[in-house]
């Protein structure tokens, strides 16, 4: 099992950017493929970039495409999800999920089987 923490978000202008990071405590999260999320107030939570465990494969949401870059150094037991060109529309908490079933994308949240507590990132216009 595998403890989750995320870090990095705060208020930003629009076009800005913000890296966040998802770090694991038991050094770990190697074994595990993570994923990004996302849930705005009064919205559901919301897919956003995903990295398998090897690093070799990454996906993103068509939202965040060319704009977004999720990375992983696991000898740092970390992954990151640079977001550049930043838009008030990506004002949500972030959440980094991990999945035991590695090497296989998904962007469904019940296929995650752990999570971290959430970061905010706003975006003011």
């Known amino acids: 099992q595998v403890q989750l923490v995320e870090s990095g978000g705060g208020l930003v202008q629009a076009g800005g950017s913000l890296r966040l990071s998802c770090a694991a405590s038991d050094r770990t999260l190697s074994n595990y493929d993570i994923g990004w999320f996302r849930q705005a107030p009064g919205k559901e939570r919301e897919f956003v970039a995903a990295i398998t465990w090897s690093g070799s494969n990454t996906y993103y949401a068509d939202s965040v495409k060319g704009r977004f870059t999720i990375s992983r150094v696991n000898a740092k037991n970390t992954v990151y999800l640079q977001m550049n060109s930043l838009k008030a529309e990506d004002t949500a908490v972030y959440y980094c999920?991990?999945?035991?079933?590695?090497?296989?994308?998904?962007?469904?949240?019940?296929?995650?089987?752990?999570w971290g507590q959430g970061t905010q990132v706003t975006v003011s216009s």
């Open positions: 999920g991990a999945k035991r079933t590695r090497g296989t994308y998904s962007h469904q949240m019940g296929t995650y089987d752990y």
